[in-house]
C-alpha cells in the first residue's frame, strides 16, 4: 500500500488501482513547473559562461580599434551552443561597445550591449527572445540624428500575413532608449520617416507613414486599397478612418514614396 505522507514536496497519491499511481494533477503542475525552473537556471548559467568567455577574449583586444569573432561554439548536452560578437567604435566615434549574441539549441537567444570605460566592460543593455524568431541585428541610423542606432529584427512563428518585426532602439548617452517597435517597415532617415505595411491581408491592409519628432513617433497618414483591381485608394489621418467618407481623401494610384518599401508587393498582392 503506498501512503502519502502529507509533505508539500512529497507527490500525494490521490488513489491506487490495479497497481496504477494516480497523481494529482496539481502535483503534476508543480513538477512541471519545477522541471522548467531547473532548466531555466542551467540555461542561466550556461549563459553566464558564454558570456564570461567572450569578455576574456574582448579584454585581450580592448585597444583594438575594431574586432570581432563571428561564430564561438561551446558544447551543450546533445546540442552546440553558438555566440558571436562585435567590438569598436559601433554606434560612435569616441566610445567603444561590446554586442554579444548567445544561442543556446537554436531557440533561446542573448543579446547584451555592453561599454568600454577605461579597460572594464559595463553592461548597458540586455534583451532575451524566447523563440525561434530572432534574425538578427543592424546597427545604423534610422531617425536622422546621425546616430548609430541598434535594430532587432524578429519574425514571431505564428499569423497569418508578413509581420517583420524591428524593435529599434536609439542611442543615447552610451546606452539606448526604450523601444520603438515597427512592423514591416522601411527607414529613411533623411527625411526622418518611417514608411511601411500593418498587420493584415493583401487588399484590407493599409499602409502607413510616420515621422519621427525627437524621441517621438508622430502618424502622419495611412494609405487604404478602396477597390479590387488597384485604381482607386483612401488616404486618411487616422487608423481606420477609411471607413468615413468625410475623412477620407480619394487617390488615383499609391504615391511614388511608397513604392519603394520592403513590403510594397504584399500590399498589392490582391
Known amino acids: ?19 496504477v499511481v494516480k497523481v494529482k494533477k496539481t502535483d503534476s503542475i508543480l513538477i512541471k513547473q519545477k522541471e522548467y525552473k531547473d532548466e531555466e537556471i542551467k540555461d542561466s548559467l550556461q549563459f553566464k559562461l558564454m558570456l564570461k568567455d567572450v569578455l576574456a577574449i574582448a579584454k585581450k583586444h580592448h585597444r583594438d580599434k575594431i574586432y570581432y569573432q563571428k561564430s564561438i561554439d561551446w558544447p551543450y548536452e546533445l546540442s552546440t551552443a553558438t555566440g558571436s560578437f562585435r567590438f569598436g567604435y559601433l554606434f560612435s566615434r569616441s566610445q567603444k561597445h561590446l554586442i554579444v549574441t548567445r544561442n543556446l539549441g537554436g531557440s533561446r ?33 534610422v531617425n536622422g540624428d546621425l546616430k548609430k542606432d541598434l535594430l532587432l529584427h524578429w519574425y514571431p512563428t505564428a499569423g497569418c500575413c508578413r509581420r517583420n518585426i524591428y524593435d529599434v532602439y536609439l542611442s ?99
Open 1 to 19: 500500500m503506498l501512503l502519502a505522507c502529507g509533505h508539500s514536496n512529497k507527490i500525494q497519491v490521490s488513489e491506487v488501482k490495479h497497481n
Open 109 to 141: 537567444t542573448h543579446i547584451d550591449v555592453l561599454l568600454l570605460k577605461g579597460s572594464v566592460f559595463h553592461n548597458v543593455a540586455n534583451w532575451f527572445i524566447h523563440d525561434m524568431g530572432y534574425l538578427g541585428y543592424t546597427i545604423k541610423d
Open 172 to 270: 543615447s548617452q552610451g546606452g539606448f532608449s526604450s523601444k520603438y517597435e515597427f512592423i514591416n517597415p522601411t527607414f529613411f532617415p533623411a527625411s526622418k520617416t518611417i514608411r511601411g505595411v500593418e498587420y493584415g491581408q493583401p487588399g484590407a491592409v493599409a499602409l502607413y507613414k510616420y515621422k519621427w519628432n525627437g524621441l517621438r513617433v508622430d502618424t502622419v497618414e495611412y494609405i487604404y486599397p478602396a477597390d479590387t483591381v488597384k485604381k482607386k485608394f483612401y488616404r486618411v489621418h487616422r487608423y481606420s478612418d477609411n471607413e468615413d467618407p468625410t475623412r477620407r481623401e480619394v487617390l488615383n494610384a499609391v504615391p511614388r514614396e511608397y513604392k519603394k518599401i520592403e513590403s510594397f508587393d504584399w500590399f498589392m498582392d490582391y
